[in-house]
């Protein structure tokens, strides 16, 4: 085998931890047919080699994990173009899945994005886009990592949709006129043989039908046919099989009259430019709506300004938001948005925050406070040092995570693919039976009568309304949600915060401000409360914890040296331990002097006892592995925290209340706040049981949280919700970041995602119901009892109201989600 002939193939590999491995892996993937050149680096951990005609790229990644390795998976983003219905969506979504090395593909209607998870390095982007092509489609991959651009192609179309409308209906007037005129002015049609001669009207029609067919109507037959053809027909193959049929009908009772039976020499030309005409109004109709759907991240996008003013050697100078780079500093002024991510350097002020929180409060910011791009500078002048730019900003990854959340396919969308994946095909069969059936059973002649009632079999029928039901409603829930400073990382959290019937809640931090004071501190006798309080404050400043920071603020506070800890070591649930001072020193709750085998003082824990009834929180401070000292911390409720119970309580949730803290301590704030259940003292796995206790109990799980021993609860809850003022690995476990520390934003988080799942049932529902009721009055169902028929003009423009229905019932959810949780069943108690 030629060098030439080899493609070169590079991956990731994941578990290579020394030269035996490497050794393995090389070994395994020598083994491909055809493979040469195999070279796997245990610095990079990538493998990389040449393959032969004998082997696949896919075939490496599964040779490298039966070797006991793995390649990490990653995804792929397209926009795919000429998607217009369901059909359309599963057949784009199975010739992707078909790739060797894809794992699965989810395409969404509404954005026009599909989402391809494959082995890092395995799937060549350009094979994805063969695939799309090879379905009928065109795409183009698109940066899964960059924040996300105006849809340039999406804006052409809606123009190009536009113009058609625009040239149908002006080509389509006379049509009509001609035809219906006769019914408007008696002795029209008289006048129109007397000016254009006897068979000129029906001449000059076929010719304006020819022109809307082959110029504004050419996309359904250019899309429509070729996938007819392969067998996979769609919205496009229903219109252009419709439109055309009564086309070439009128166009044979023009042309060749002789050729159809006597009394079935009639003209439908005014039926196929009307089809062509009102779906096409209705696509531009659709195309505006899903602009407005998507248009949360536009705006959000908006918020960034254009330029910026750096200072640079004393001077300001004006640059291009794309010329700033980490480290700048730059300087903003009262009234203008803040250019970048960063850290103020100079200067204070107010700053409106609501675009990230949804909160109306302006924050106070000073030197050392962090900054995002965007947001709006009210008072006074800052000086920033930029931290990130361009996708790393805040702003990109809000907008990147919105745009994941409205590409996602809900659960729901299940039962719509079983569906759509089989109506097409359906609707046709449909359709030549009513044509037989009105051949054969009506009377003579009944072949227009045939043609006409199959032909609104097939307008009616589109499949359009049943593939936006779901994704309209999750762009316009996400986007709304997003300004409300409420981000969906995954669109399927929705449905699953829709069906939770218990919420567990953290105290600190969650249902606290997260700021404790420290108000307490009680020594041993002899020893000096100052110096106990100066070893503990140096053995915290290594911690990021709240009750840290308090301690630590409390000897700043009174002017005591904060000294440097060594072999600082922090266990979740437990405290904290190192040395300080050349002195061993720990700080914790009680089960941590347990754990660390130190006798506790009667008088100081009796002392703690007294503290945790009043709704303080205890630590204990051991020197020397001595218990020295407590101290007491109190940690005031959030202003929302009563009614945001409240209101779940209200909506016929169970609450329950998981934290670490002392419970006497814990119990206090839930008698305050009127939660029933309290699970306290608890270590992270103990959180993890409880939710399972909970669930097993209750049913659907959801809990809210902010720290590092909330993250595993986070991950085991149905939906984890972190609040956004927490630590990055919280925010990170969860589905569902609450921007703000409000806890009213998780009572409106779970009053969208009900609204959401409302909408989307209220869609469907309309969706099926609408071909289920009007499929046989289009199959003429009631003109066999004497009812009226469905003309295919009325089926046209009935196909596309539906569509703008289910849109424009979805853009009601940008009312939605005020901080009500609708009212359901009474709490239960599990006390």
Not at 209 to 236: C, E, I, K, S
Not at 562 to 573: S, V
Not at 665 to 680: C, K, P, Q
Request: glycine share 12%; net charge neutral.
């Amino acid at each position: 085998m030629s060098a030439q002939s080899a493609a070169p193939v590079s991956f990731p590999v994941e578990g290579l931890t020394c030269a035996s491995c490497v050794g393995r892996v090389e070994r395994a993937l020598g083994r491909l047919p055809g493979a040469s050149a195999v070279s796997v680096n245990l610095a990079t951990g990538r493998a990389s080699l040449l393959l032969g005609p004998g082997a696949a790229p896919a075939d490496a990644a599964e040779a490298v994990e039966a070797a006991g390795y793995a390649v990490p998976g990653t995804e792929t983003v397209l926009a795919v173009s000429g998607l217009s219905c369901a059909a359309c969506v599963g057949r784009v979504e199975r010739a992707l899945a078909a790739v060797p090395g894809v794992g699965g593909a989810v395409v969404n209607l509404a954005t026009g994005r599909a989402v391809v998870r494959h082995r890092a390095g395995i799937v060549d982007p350009a094979d994805l886009v063969a695939a799309v092509a090879a379905a009928g489609y065109t795409a183009e991959p698109l940066d899964a990592q960059a924040p996300p651009a105006p849809d340039e192609a999406r804006a052409r179309e809606a123009r190009a949709l536009r113009r058609d409308v625009l040239a149908a209906a002006l080509l389509a007037l006379p049509v009509v006129v001609l035809d219906m005129g006769g019914h408007l002015a008696p002795g029209f049609h008289h006048a129109v043989a007397s000016l254009l001669g006897a068979d000129g009207a029906a001449w000059l029609q076929a010719g304006l039908a020819t022109l809307v067919l082959a110029g504004p109507g050419r996309r359904f037959f250019a899309q429509g046919l070729p996938g007819l053809l392969r067998g996979h027909p769609d919205m496009n193959a229903l219109v252009a099989l419709g439109s055309g049929a009564a086309y070439l009908y009128s166009l044979a009772a023009t042309v060749a009259p002789d050729l159809l039976p006597t009394g079935s020499r009639h003209l439908y030309f005014e039926a196929s430019v009307l089809i062509v005409t009102l779906i096409l109004l209705g696509r531009s109709l659709e195309a505006r709506a899903r602009g407005r759907t998507g248009e949360a991240i536009a705006r959000l996008l908006d918020l960034a300004p254009t330029t910026a003013r750096v200072v640079r050697d004393g001077a300001e100078a004006q640059v291009g938001l794309a010329e700033l780079k980490v480290g700048d500093v730059v300087r903003v002024r009262p009234g203008e948005r803040v250019a970048a991510d960063g850290v103020v350097v100079a200067g204070e002020s107010f700053v409106d925050e609501s675009m990230v929180t949804g909160e109306p409060a302006p924050v106070r910011k000073a030197p050392g406070a962090a900054t995002v791009g965007g947001t709006l500078n009210q008072g006074g002048s800052l000086d920033l040092r930029v931290g990130s730019v361009g996708a790393d900003t805040v702003l990109a990854q809000i907008a990147r995570m919105v745009e994941r959340a409205q590409g996602a396919k809900l659960p729901i969308q299940a039962l719509v693919d079983r569906v759509t994946g089989r109506f097409v095909p359906a609707v046709i069969v449909a359709a030549l039976a009513t044509f037989a059936a009105w051949l054969v059973l009506a009377p003579a002649p009944a072949l227009g009568p045939a043609l006409v009632h199959a032909i609104a079999v097939l307008i009616i029928a589109c499949p359009c309304a049943m593939g936006l039901a779901t994704p309209t409603s999750i762009m316009v829930g996400t986007g709304r949600a997003a300004r409300r400073g409420i981000l969906f990382r995954d669109g399927t959290a929705l449905q699953r915060l829709a069906g939770v019937r218990v919420v567990a809640l953290d105290k600190t931090g969650t249902l606290t401000e997260g700021h404790p004071r420290l108000t307490d501190l009680v020594a041993a006798p002899g020893r000096d409360a100052a110096e106990t309080l100066s070893l503990a404050a140096g053995l915290e400043s290594r911690s990021e914890h709240p009750v840290a920071a308090a301690i630590v603020a409390e000897a700043r506070a009174r002017g005591l040296a904060i000294p440097e800890p060594e072999g600082f070591e922090a266990e979740a649930g437990h405290g904290v331990r190192g040395r300080v001072g050349g002195r061993a020193v720990a700080v914790g709750a009680r089960r941590w002097l347990d754990r660390l085998g130190i006798a506790a003082d009667p008088e100081l824990a009796a002392r703690a006892d007294a503290l945790s009834a009043q709704g303080r929180s205890p630590l204990h401070v051991a020197l020397d592995g001595r218990h020295v000292a407590v101290l007491a911390v109190s940690d005031p409720l959030k202003a929302g925290a009563r009614a945001a119970v409240a209101a779940l309580r209200a909506g016929g949730l169970t609450i329950a209340m998981l934290t670490g803290d002392d419970r006497r301590a814990a119990e206090a704030v839930a008698r305050d706040l009127g939660i029933d259940a309290v699970s306290a003292e608890m270590l992270p796995a103990g959180k993890v049981e409880a939710l399972r206790a909970l669930r097993a109990a209750n049913g659907p799980a959801a809990f809210v949280g902010d720290g590092i021993n909330d993250a595993s609860a986070l991950a085991e809850a149905d939906v984890g919700l972190a609040i956004g003022t927490g630590t990055d690995i919280a925010v990170e476990s969860a589905d569902v970041v609450l921007m703000a520390g409000d806890p009213g934003a998780l009572v409106e988080a779970l009053s969208l995602s009900r609204a959401v799942m409302r909408n989307i049932g209220q869609n469907l529902f309309w969706a099926f119901a609408y071909n289920v009721a009007l499929i046989p009055v289009a199959a003429g169902a009631l003109a066999i009892v004497g009812g009226p028929s469905l003309s295919p003009v009325l089926a046209a423009g009935a196909m596309a109201l539906s569509s703008t229905f289910v849109l424009g019932n979805a853009l009601r959810l940008r009312r939605a989600g005020g901080r009500a949780v609708p009212a359901g069943n009474p709490a239960r108690s599990l006390a």
